[in-house]
């Protein structure tokens, strides 16, 4: 029994034995993992040490100059004299304008076969890239692989054909339908020290691949300025413009001014290109509108409101022009103007319950009255007025003014249109009128074929069947409807004539009648403000109305078009309340 014992306790020493040794293999394995991870990872720092280390040193070596120049054309020539032992290799070029400051650093890459500047050459880093200068003063900054930056200044354009004047070139819309028009905006910057009068662009030269031609254009606005140092002009030109898709249109233009002698300084030479599209060949690469929401088939309305108007005995004229912008005929039922005042619980009257509406248009049998004390309503369901396609319906209507609750100025009355059609019920929101409580003018601008008159039957609001390109004339009347000789718009008044863009030669002419000043300015978009100023007070005995007669020649259009003249006036009454008439006149050139 003894001996049976003494050889088990000897079989559990020897698994001990064999248990221990794997554990102490599995250990030193384990450690040795670790130790070889811990040296791959210093040999990796040691190698990204050794890199950085190499590149360190390599950009200490690389040694480089820079000489910047542009030829007769203004094409910049970057040159890169390498000196160092290495080769230099050019990444990217950045090009920041001084003159104008506002504008932002441009960066280009360099194309691979001029980065790389051998050592001991030098090289224009940007010779198969053509960057053109606008004559101004640059920063031109160039960055090699490796992280040098040298910086350089370049001033182009110093002789004295291109001193003083810097000028950008831009066709608008970039990508025209075939038949319509596109406008040319060329903005013109005085870059010198000094005055630089009767700045003007040479004529505009253009050039069309296929058979991209110009159908009709008219002469650039403004005429000419005078510059002063830093001021920028733009002057516009609208081309109609034919051809087949995709024809390309090549416009070109330079600017002119007079330093010390005539034409001595100009402007670098700009150009853009226009392409033809049809309708349906989209609007180019911007992401797609995916909710189309447009209705064409709807009219568009647009208002005739006076203002003021007071408790007063005489009547306004308000009214609504309704056009039809589709090529099909449209049926009006029914309309209504709808006033109402800022307040809570306010009883302002500001249409008569009894309004006693005189009919003005459609001409024939007076279908206007006012339902309630805030709407005026023309309805006729059995014989609706139809206006012809692509055309225009004037409803104009004088009514009799309410009457405000208590002692109250209303300073602002919310007015918003109504109509109902063949092709569905529409309204129209945003305008504004004023009342004053008591005798007051009323205040009233609108479109007339008589000077200075007030009688209905001259009183108009649209004008349709204009005939393309021909010179129409046009009297617009400032009134005081009221007949109240001790109210009155006070002198020094203004009424302002906004005529619409693409209409040309805009001119005052002698029917001209009550005003001490006019004057002409043409905006950047085309589109011409009249503004006279008035020189007696209007509404007294010798003077109810004042009027501006001026002539224009309408677009020289190939099918029906329509555009809102919007004429409006400023000022105050003898009680100083201000003054705020409207009417857009919608003037409709029969193409067709």
């Known amino acids: 029994m003894k001996k049976k014992s003494s050889n088990s306790f000897r079989n559990r020493r020897g698994l001990s034995s064999v248990v221990g040794a794997l554990f102490f293999t599995v250990l030193m394995i384990a450690g040795f993992s670790v130790l070889s991870l811990a040296l791959d990872a210093q040999t990796d720092i040691v190698t990204t040490q050794r ?3 190499d590149i360190e040193i390599k950009k200490q070596q690389e040694q480089f100059g820079l000489v910047l120049s542009t030829d007769a054309n203004n094409f910049l020539n970057v040159s890169v004299n390498n000196f160092g ?36 050459f030098t090289q224009n880093v940007v010779e198969n890239q053509i960057l053109q ?19 350089s200044e370049l001033t182009v354009g110093t002789g004295p054909s ?11 819309p970039p990508d025209v339908i075939i038949g319509q028009n596109v406008t ?85 030479v700009v150009s853009d290109v226009s392409i033809l599209r049809l309708p349906t060949d989209g609007g ?69 319950a009894s309004c ?35 055309s225009t319906q004037s409803f104009l209507v004088k009514i009799l003014p309410g009457t405000i609750a208590g002692q109250n100025i209303l300073e602002s009355i919310v007015v918003q249109a109504s109509v109902f059609t063949n092709v569905g019920s529409f309204g129209k929101s945003g305008y504004q009128s004023t009342m004053y409580d008591g005798s007051e003018t009323v205040g009233n601008v609108y479109l007339s074929d008589v000077v200075n008159s007030r009688s209905n039957a001259d009183m108009q609001s649209t004008r349709v069947g204009i005939t393309p390109n021909n010179v129409e004339t046009f009297n617009l009347v400032f009134a005081d409807l009221d007949t109240d000789d001790n109210t009155f718009i006070k002198s020094g008044a203004k009424l302002i004539i906004n005529v619409p863009r693409e209409w ?62 919007y004429v409006l006036a400023q000022g105050q009454t003898d009680n100083d309340f201000s003054i705020g008439p409207l009417s857009e006149v919608v003037l409709q050139v029969d193409g067709s």
Request: charged share 15%.
């Open 504 to 565: 040309s030669n805009v001119s005052v002419l002698g029917g001209t009648s009550g005003f001490s000043s006019t004057t002409i300015t043409t905006f950047g978009d085309g589109s011409t403000q009249i503004v006279g100023t008035t020189s007696a007070d209007l509404g007294t005995a010798s003077n109810v109305a004042d009027t501006i007669q001026f002539s224009a020649r309408a677009p020289n259009v190939t099918s029906d078009q329509m555009y809102v003249m």
């Open 85 to 120: 032992q290495n080769p230099v290799e050019i990444s990217s070029i950045w090009i920041t304008n001084k003159t104008l400051p506002t504008q932002p650093a441009t960066r280009y890459e360099i194309n691979y076969d001029d980065a790389f500047v051998p050592s001991g």
């Open 284 to 352: 180019g690469n911007e992401d797609p509108d995916i909710i189309n929401e447009e209705l064409l088939a709807r009219p568009k309305l647009f208002l005739t409101i006076p203002s003021p108007q007071g408790d007063s005995g005489q009547k306004a004229l308000w009214g609504v022009n309704i056009a039809n912008p589709v090529n099909a005929p449209m049926e009006v039922s029914k309309l209504s103007i709808t006033a109402f005042s800022p307040g809570a619980n306010n009883n302002d009257k500001l249409f008569a």
């Open 184 to 268: 040319i905006a060329m903005v013109v910057t005085n870059t010198g020290n000094s005055l630089i009068q009767n700045v003007e662009p040479d004529p505009l030269s253009f050039v069309g691949t296929g058979s991209g031609s110009i159908v009709a254009s008219s002469s650039h606005t403004p005429s000419s300025v005078d510059l002063d140092s830093g001021a920028s002009v733009m002057f516009t030109w609208d081309y109609q413009v034919t051809g087949d898709s995709s024809d390309l249109l090549t416009f070109s233009a330079v600017a002119r001014g007079d330093d010390v002698i005539p034409d001595d300084v100009s402007s670098n």
């Open 162 to 172: 291109s001193s003083g004047l810097r000028a950008e070139l831009v066709t608008d």
């Open 356 to 390: 006693l509406a005189e009919n003005i248009f459609p001409a024939g049998t007076n279908y206007w009255d006012c339902p309630s004390e805030n709407i005026i309503m023309w309805q006729n369901f059995a014989n609706p007025v139809t206006i012809p396609a692509n």
């Open 133 to 151: 200068m606008t004559p101004d003063t640059y920063d031109i900054k160039i960055v090699s692989s490796f992280g040098t930056i040298k910086v």
């Open 51 to 53: 890199i950085v280390s």
